[in-house]
């Protein structure tokens, strides 16, 4: 069969009697097929297992009362004494192996932040805690996201916030409604 352009303009070869189209070209985003529902559906189900949100654990806190988890901070103290999360337990990844037992319960999960979304600090004291035998979640976006959000922060000077930044959280709204 033969193709007839649609217009003068237009300059794509037409097909041979016989002969099947070219498959357009894929793209970008398709050009590696989505997994299978199931496939899908396992590795979100497992991705949340892992990782909490910035929000989840900032409305988790603010309810008071016991949250069922800890909040690890794994940066160094410089970066701890700029800012931090409220309540918050200071333990820089390179001290988990000689601290963790100390300061940490193995019966109650752990978040671990560092700066932001840029740094595997987190991921790297996440590991070193599973690695001892402890529940541990990262915290998406780490510290970044805790104060571009609008939540409250600790210093060495005492309590801090800054407006929320519109890119990352509603300005009017409670949450994001995720």
């Given amino acids: 069969m033969t193709t007839t352009p649609l217009s003068s303009n237009d300059t794509s070869p037409a097909t041979a009697p016989g002969t ?80 963790a037992e100390q300061l940490l319960d193995k019966s109650v999960p752990v978040v671990t932040y560092c700066w932001g979304p840029g740094c595997n600090g987190a991921t790297r004291a996440a590991l070193a805690l599973a690695e001892r035998g402890y529940q541990v979640k990262e915290m998406m976006g780490g510290f970044e996201y805790w104060v571009r959000e609008g939540f409250a922060y600790e210093t060495w000077q005492g309590p801090e916030s800054r407006d929320a930044d519109p890119l990352t959280a509603p300005v009017d709204a409670a949450d994001c409604g995720c």
């Fill in 20 to 99: 099947a189209a070219a498959p357009a070209q894929a793209n970008p985003v398709l050009r590696v097929p989505p997994a299978s529902p199931g496939a899908a559906a396992a590795y979100f189900s497992a991705s949340l297992a892992f990782y909490a949100d910035v929000s989840d654990v900032a409305s988790v806190l603010a309810a008071g009362g016991d949250p069922g988890f800890v909040v690890v901070d794994s940066r160094s103290t410089a970066s701890w004494d700029q800012g931090h999360v409220p309540g918050a337990v200071h333990l820089p990844t390179a001290l988990v192996a000689e601290q």
